[in-house]
């Protein structure tokens, strides 16, 4: 009797729980793969996160090296990392907390994609004001970096 019930146990029992964990860990695969549209949209946070730290080398760290930067609180067209850093750097002593406003419109291209819309900014004790963007993302291997961004007050 002990035979016969191991037999069933490992010729029926171990091959279905075997199955029901393949199963099992092919849904949760599934739901943790990230759609294109969700790495932009974590890009487009570590940006968010990154101008609250006013650390400048890390907000050139999240452009492409041929970025263009058009900035909120500049004239200057910023090109090129130097230029880049030299504008988060004016940040730095009081960094602005920054939050997106849904919808994002996040469109994906294959590797580049368009994510545009509005965030909520505070500077200091300063009332929030909104301003819309642009950013376009050019994807390097598993990373969205930004290769064009405007960003402007919203006009009232």
Do not use: C
């Amino acid at each position: 009797m002990a035979n016969l019930l191991n037999s069933l146990f490992v010729t029926r029992l171990v091959p279905i729980t075997k199955l029901l964990l393949l199963i099992t860990s092919l849904g949760f695969l599934s739901s943790a793969i990230a759609t294109p549209e969700d790495e932009v949209r974590a890009a487009a946070q570590l940006w968010i996160e990154g101008i609250g730290k006013g650390d400048a080398d890390y907000m050139v760290s999240l452009y492409d090296e041929h970025a263009i930067l058009h900035g909120t609180v500049s004239p200057v067209l910023r090109e090129g990392p130097t230029l880049i850093r030299e504008y988060f750097q004016a940040t730095v002593a009081t960094p602005p907390v920054m939050n997106f406003m849904e919808p994002m419109h996040i469109r994906v291209f294959g590797d580049t994609a368009v994510n545009t819309g509005n965030y909520l900014t505070t500077i200091g004790s300063n009332t929030p004001i909104t301003l819309r963007y642009s950013f376009v993302y050019h994807k390097v291997g598993d990373q969205w970096l930004i290769v064009d961004h405007h960003s402007s007050r919203m006009p009232e």
